[in-house]
């Protein structure tokens, strides 16, 4: 099998709409950062209840055995160069603003994700 030729071919869009309540959120980061470890350039869509997972303290309570701890897969993912958009009206919704979440999350609409998938990137949905 041949490699892709086309950086788009090597990005990746994960959408999580799971919170801190359920292990899909935690599975989501972990397949996001063996995305990056696989050389593709991932970019993480929280929507719903999922940008309730990189608010300040609360990604510090997600932990699902055996995963590691979702603060552990955030940090991880974003310091090996993953992007994480929160959507703007589900924030807005849930009362939040920048300064709720932690370093590295921008409030950006789905048209930042509309544009990857546009030019050829995989998208994950969880």
Known sequence: MSEPTSQ?????????????????????????????????????FLVSSGVDLVRRKAVDITHVQPLDPLKALVQDFLARGGTIWACPPCVKARGYTQEDFIDGVTIQGASAMHERLKAGAAALSF
């Open 8 to 44: 788009s071919s090597r990005e990746l869009v994960v959408l999580v709409t799971r919170g801190t309540d359920h292990e899909m959120s935690s599975v989501a980061f972990t397949i996001a950062c063996g995305a990056i470890t696989s050389g593709m350039k991932v970019y993480a």
